[in-house]
C-alpha cells in the first residue's frame, strides 16, 4: 500500500481556506515588485558584497 493510499479520508482545511478570497493587490504595487526584482536579478553584486 503506498503512504498515498495510507493517507487520512478527510484532510482539514488550512485556516482561511473557506473563509473570504484574499485582498487584491494594487497593480502598481506589483509593478513596482517586479521592477525592483528584475533590476536585482540583472546586477551583478560585486565581489565581497553579500
Do not use: K, N, Q
Not at 9 to 17: E, L, N, S
Amino acid at each position: 500500500m503506498s503512504a498515498v493510499a495510507a493517507a487520512p479520508a478527510t484532510v482539514p482545511d488550512p485556516p482561511g481556506a473557506h473563509g473570504s478570497p484574499p485582498p487584491e493587490v494594487p497593480l502598481e504595487h506589483l509593478e513596482r515588485a517586479i521592477t525592483e526584482l528584475s533590476g536585482h536579478l540583472t546586477r551583478r553584486p560585486r565581489a565581497g558584497s553579500f
